[in-house]
């Protein structure tokens, strides 16, 4: 396994968590850790959670005392920590708070109610030495909780504490003795001889009961460390070791891989196989219903878009966790086809339709085992969770183009288009709307699953399936505008894509006159602001005529008036040709109200889709390059693509502005299929100088990043922050089947050599060609630019089509 040395102030993210490929983590009573180099309070070699928000805090550290010296600060020491190795439930770092004494220390989290950590001591200088260890505990509890003090169980000395309802324990061998001054610790006085070692293993549990708490400390130090962290390191094989010429790449590469092993779960009665979530924190993992239903989004369900996002940062090694995620989906699928937006490990669903990923999925799983059985499997479900797009409750206006529910199913939950949380937001109503993106997303799973039925000789779906998705392409490129340069959202009933404009505003309930005929019908858009923070009910009646000619008074329906923080906004369910007036009711005196028609216009970074699903031609789509991806002015920005083209001007609307990662995944892989590996590479790398930047400044991932500034935002190791390996391997150019199946498709764009390890396979990228290394030690090597397929066991180079 590959040795590091990385030390604060380079990409670290040193969160853990139990592994679920090794133990059975608990959904609603997981105990998250963190170690951290020098930051925490105070500043020491810092393991900290909050036991799922149960405690302030809990704190462990160790501190050495040798003659008048004191030394818990990193800062202080004589060699600062430097990380070694680093897997989802394991750490090693190496120090040496004095000159002369090294220490390793490694620590490892074996299931969710437990850390352990051994500390090997070893005294490379020529004389003797004499020192004190303290391992300090302490704890912050809630409540009427009590903080770490000393304590005998059955005549040993360990510290306990009290916080809700745990009562955690640390334990240490050798017989330490407990102290509390300055800190509640564990102390042992070391003595030493040139070259000699001494090993100590800690262990804190925290259960329920002190007696439990106790005994399970003391069966996790009797445990086998040699035998656990082989296990660990093996497992470790389905990862991919990436060496690049750029060591901050390596470490965010290897560190996005643990983070996202530590997302999983494992299944429940409700979900039959392994789930993720969102984000794993020590502010995570407890459910006080203690059955997970009042968890909020970053551990209630799995969306399609997210595990799309998770697989790519899995596969090829953890090919059969992923197929369990597809099975899952189906697992909660009605007798209608209907598959839930959101499917949860206690039972939570989204009430959406999911997102339509799930072909795109089950054919990239197939792209990683060739398993046809597996798409036997899931063939007929997906087809008929496709077919649940074009009814009714989805296709409203049945033409064939559905519309999404709302912009939390879209993925891009902060559109300006349609969030209505925001201020700075239209926040008009999605359902009265047509997306190029939803359009291009279901045209791309119409393709994937006729790849599937020719797969598996299944032709009988494919007429229907064609027809669907030149319906949709077609759809699609009518929204194209030559004056914008973009592909625009369209109307359901209109299919016009109109700018927006204001027609007027008032103080308080009364009249807005309009008096305004359109040249196209318009949907208008209604907004309140009120200086209550109560929700209000506003009635708004509209006097106007139909596209048909026919007048009518349009009253809003209760609950239409949609409420945020003292905001609310409607969009209107009627088209009008003519606009007379508006009686607005229920409205305070001081509160303002405003009418403008939808805009239809505004740009973001899911009007780029298209690329992905290969639909304009190649001279359109060097028109959608040049216009929007090599226009700095546009949505091409230092740290990646920004999530719209022009993003308000707000304060408080910098995630308008922000780098979506999946998004931008998609656009880039749009960019490969159009031939431009050269933008695709460039893309990649505005997008790891930013996860970079933050590694270093906060030692974690964050969810999104400023496009022009790379600032933070969003949580803390959020599955959407972690950087997007699958899109790395693509530019490379590099798609790993098996450790003998490797497809090649292209040559190294990057300034440096790269080199692949999995599971024996060796893979380097140099400039100007691939050399692939096999178990056995045999060679092949590609040197053009066409798409190969090498087959390490025939020693064999077949070019793809």
């Not at 040395?5 to 139990?18: K, V």
């Not at 120090?95 to 500390?119: E, M, N, R």
């Not at 070893?122 to 009590?146: K, Q």
């Not at 962290?229 to 990862?239: D, G, K, P, V």
């Amino acid at each position: 396994m590959r040795e590091w040395n990385l030390a604060s102030g380079d990409p670290l993210a040193l969160t853990l968590s139990a592994d679920a490929r090794l133990s059975e983590p608990d959904y609603v009573n997981d105990q998250i850790w963190e170690l951290l180099l020098g930051q925490g309070e105070p500043a020491a070699v810092l393991l900290q959670t909050t036991y799922g928000l149960r405690a302030r805090n809990m704190r462990m550290f160790p501190r050495f005392i040798e003659g008048d010296e004191e030394r818990e600060d990193p800062r202080q020491f004589e060699i600062q920590p430097v990380v070694k190795s680093f897997y989802p439930n394991f750490l090693e770092i190496e120090f040496s708070p004095f000159t002369g004494l090294g220490v390793s220390a490694k620590t490892w989290v074996p299931d969710s109610y437990s850390i352990a950590g051994q500390l090997r001591l070893f005294n490379n200088g020529v004389t003797p030495r004499s020192f004190r260890l303290e391992w300090v505990a302490l704890l912050a509890p809630a409540g009427d909780g009590r903080p770490m003090t000393p304590r005998k169980l059955e005549a040993v000395s360990v510290l306990t504490g009290k916080t809700e309802n745990l009562e955690p324990v640390v334990f240490m061998t050798g017989g330490p003795q407990a102290t509390t001054s300055p800190y509640s610790s564990l102390d042992h006085q070391i003595e030493l001889r040139p070259g000699q070692t001494r090993q100590l293993t800690w262990v804190q549990a925290a259960s329920p009961d002190v007696e439990e708490s106790f005994a399970k400390a003391r069966q996790i130090a009797t445990r086998n460390w040699t035998a656990e962290q082989a296990r660990i390191e093996m497992l470790a094989a389905t990862q991919l070791n990436i060496q690049t010429g750029d060591a901050d790449w390596d470490a965010a590469l290897a560190f996005g891989q643990k983070e996202a092993l530590r997302l999983l779960l494992p299944g429940s009665d409700e979900l039959p196989n392994k789930s993720f979530v969102i984000t794993r924190q020590p502010q995570n993992g407890f459910s006080p219903r203690r059955d997970g239903s009042d968890y909020g989004h970053s551990w209630n369900g799995q969306s399609a878009l997210d595990a799309w996002y998770l697989a790519g940062l899995l596969l090829p090694g953890e090919v059969e966790i992923v197929k369990g995620w597809l099975y899952n989906f189906i697992a909660v699928q009605r007798e209608d086809g209907r598959i839930d937006w959101k499917p949860g490990l206690a039972g939570q669903r989204g009430r959406m339709q999911a997102f339509p990923l799930l072909a795109e999925l089950a054919w990239r799983v197939y792209q990683s085992t060739e398993d046809t059985a597996f798409l036997n499997n899931i063939f007929q479900p997906l087809l008929d969770y496709l077919q649940v797009w074009f009814t009714e409750r989805q296709d409203r206006d049945g033409d064939g183009l559905p519309e999404w529910d709302n912009p939390i199913q879209s993925g891009f939950e902060d559109n300006p288009s349609f969030a209505p949380w925001h201020i700075w937001a239209q926040g008009a109503d999605a359902r009265y709307f047509e997306s190029p993106a939803l359009c291009v997303l279901l045209h791309n799973e119409c393709q994937r699953l006729m790849q599937i039925a020719d797969v598996l000789q299944r032709p009988e779906p494919v007429t229907g399936l064609e027809a669907l998705a030149d319906n949709l392409r077609s759809a699609v490129d009518t929204s194209w505008n030559a004056r914008t340069h973009s592909y625009h959202y369209w109307d359901r009933e209109t299919h016009a894509s109109q700018i927006g404009k204001s027609l007027g505003k008032r103080k308080g309930s009364g009249e807005i006159a309009i008096n305004k005929k359109f040249d196209e019908p318009v949907r208008l858009l209604m907004r309140v602001e009120s200086q209550s923070e109560s929700t209000i009910q506003v009635r708004a009646f509209v006097h106007g005529t139909r596209p048909d000619g026919k007048s009518i008074v349009q009253r809003t329906r209760r609950g239409e008036f949609q409420w945020y923080l003292g905001r609310s906004v409607a969009t209107s369910e009627q088209v009008y040709a003519e606009v007379e007036r508006i009686q607005f009711d229920g409205v305070g005196p001081q509160d303002k109200v405003t009418v403008r028609t939808v805009d239809y216009r505004n740009k973001d970074i899911t009007l780029l889709t298209p690329l992905w699903a290969g639909i304009p031609d190649a001279e359109l789509a060097d028109k959608v390059i040049q216009h929007n991806l090599r226009n700095q002015k546009s949505y091409w920005q230092p740290f990646g693509l920004a999530a719209t083209a022009s993003p308000p001007k707000a304060e408080d609307a910098s995630i308008a502005g922000a780098v979506w990662l999946p998004w931008n995944v998609i656009v880039a892989q749009g960019l490969l299929r159009y031939g431009k590996q050269a933008e695709a590479a460039q893309l990649f790398e505005r997008l790891m100088d930013g996860i970079i930047q933050n590694l270093k400044r906060e030692s974690a991932f964050r969810a999104n990043l400023g496009a022009v500034d790379g600032k933070a935002l969003g949580e803390r190791n959020a599955l959407q922050g972690l950087p997007p390996l699958s899109l790395f391997l693509e530019v490379l150019g590099i798609r790993i089947i098996s450790p003998w199946r490797v497809m090649v498709r292209g040559l190294n764009p990057f300034p440096w050599p790269v080199r692949l390890g999995y599971r024996g396979l060796i893979v380097e990228c140099n400039i100007g060609e691939t050399v692939l290394t096999f178990p056995d030690g045999q060679s092949l090597v590609v040197d053009d630019e066409r798409p190969y397929m090498v087959d390490g066991r025939a020693l064999q180079v077949s070019e793809e089509e």
